[in-house]
């Protein structure tokens, strides 16, 4: 099949991804530490919080889902969502790293409201930014290859805070710093001012690149629209048992990201400052780009089911000897960045084989009904991924919480820092291993994919006739 898709095109979706995900990220790494230093919120207190939400949220997904499926504009009919999405993701972004006099309930109350608008706006991109990837083109090789290259851009943005955050606190005179402290010193914590900066920066920048999807990329895959109920949609993942084993797996691994939710608290506790969170995201970010890179030959050469489970269970056994060997043999600085750049290397299976393999459910659906439903499908997965990044993040924060925490704290205790380093590196390989059972089941791979894709192509170019 021939390559449909030209390089404008595969940069602006890649550069689309990278200003989604910064602002994501931004918030999964730095929102419940600014609570927590900013506004003295307990972290244990707001990880339940974002976990509520998250599920509170996730209602929302199948509501644009199935508007998707309804859409019948001239742009497309997925990418006018992505342009409504843009100004509530820009304000709302911001509007959460305001600093608010409340306390107590008053201020749960306000974490909690703010959050589920921005969770909203949020998702309103989300389902769109991912389900675009399913139509852009109609050959899956070209697919799992833009794919790929996107989502190494999607993975260096939501990671980009732990660059972007620091560089705005040197450039604000008085700010905190990076470089420079003083030997048996910590460094100052981020002031309210300098997280309001960094809001304004990653909203405007990450919603102008965003912006570059809609603007530039095409539908090509033809589709109809229309009216499905929500009980519909889900019989859409009921009836379809790839897809229902891409989500269980998904939910066992629920905790595989959570060390993005608990990098700040990670960094103050392990290194002495919030801000040389840089050092810690870049070390494992730089493995997890390589991950992606090489993923798109992993599967020509094994396929879907056996690249995941090799990446998976290589990220449990990779992930349990890295906290063994700081816990109980060295905490040499070095030796702790080779092993988290190694465990790096698994996050191909978590970043990028989920939209590979969902767009190949909706491929499989058609073939078996003649429906298109890439709006369902993949509201699905972002409801999936919602809710469990939202698990991982309550999870790591209770563990933070439970370790002695505290952001303000001059000495911290080896065994606090052992208890936070389990949560980082350990529990997300023992939930990478967990993911791996339902992927026993999944059998759209090889051949039968490649029959699909084959007799699709039949169908489309007969209907065109």
Not at 28 to 38: G, I
Not at 146 to 167: D, E, H, L, R, Y
Not at 307 to 312: G, K, T
Request: glycine fraction near 6%; include cysteine.
């Amino acid at each position: 099949m021939k390559k449909e898709m030209n390089f404008k095109e595969v940069l602006a979706y890649s550069l689309g991804l990278f200003g989604f995900q910064a602002i994501v990220g931004l918030l999964n790494s730095y929102q419940a530490e600014f609570y927590h230093a900013q506004m003295a919120a307990n972290l244990a207190v707001v990880g339940i919080l974002i976990l509520c939400v998250k599920v509170v949220s996730a209602i929302f997904d199948p509501v644009v889902g199935n508007l998707i499926e309804r859409s019948n504009s001239p742009k497309g009919k997925i990418k006018p969502f992505i342009l409504y999405s843009l100004l509530p993701l820009a304000v709302m972004t911001v509007v959460l790293f305001i600093k608010v006099p409340l306390t107590s309930t008053a201020l749960y109350c306000y974490i909690f409201v703010t959050f589920l608008l921005w969770s909203m706006a949020m998702t309103l991109g989300d389902v769109p930014s991912q389900g675009i990837a399913a139509v852009m083109t109609s050959n899956p090789d070209e697919r799992t290859n833009v794919i790929s290259v996107a989502n190494t851009f999607k993975q260096v943005g939501f990671s980009a805070a732990a660059v972007i955050v620091p560089v705005v606190c040197l450039l604000i005179p008085g700010g905190s710093k990076v470089f420079g402290i003083p030997e048996g010193e910590k460094d100052s914590p981020i002031s309210s001012a300098e997280y309001l900066a960094v809001a304004v920066v990653v909203a405007v920048l990450g919603c102008l690149l965003f912006s570059l999807i809609y603007f530039v990329n095409k539908e090509r895959v033809p589709y109809t629209a229309e009216k499905m109920s929500f009980s519909e949609m889900f019989s859409v993942l009921r009836k379809n048992k790839p897809l229902m084993m891409v989500i269980v797996s998904y939910f066992l691994g629920s905790g595989r990201q959570m060390a993005m939710a608990i990098q700040v608290q990670a960094s103050n506790a392990i290194l002495g400052s919030e801000n040389y969170v840089l050092l810690l995201g870049i070390t494992t970010a730089v493995g997890s780009m390589l991950s992606m890179a090489l993923t798109p030959a992993l599967i020509k050469k094994l396929g879907e089911k056996k690249a995941f489970i090799l990446l998976s269970v290589y990220g449990f056994a990779i992930s349990v000897l890295a906290y063994i060997v700081y816990a109980f043999i060295t905490t040499n600085m070095i030796v702790m960045f080779i092993f988290l750049f190694l465990t790096g290397l698994q996050f191909g299976a978590v970043t990028l084989m989920p939209m590979i393999m969902v767009s190949d459910c909706v491929d499989y659906y058609e073939y078996e009904t003649g429906k298109r439903t890439d709006g369902p499908a993949f509201s699905i997965l972002t409801l999936t991924i919602k809710v469990c990044l939202a698990i991982g993040a309550a999870l790591g924060l209770v563990f933070v919480q439970l370790s002695g925490y505290t952001a303000e704290a001059t000495e911290v205790l080896q065994e606090t820092k052992n208890t936070i380093y389990f949560a980082y590196v350990a529990l997300p390989g023992i939930f990478s291993l967990l993911a791996v059972f339902p992927m026993l089941k999944y059998d759209l791979s090889g051949k039968k994919k490649q029959m699909i894709s084959a007799e699709l192509q039949k169908r489309r170019e007969k209907t065109k006739a």
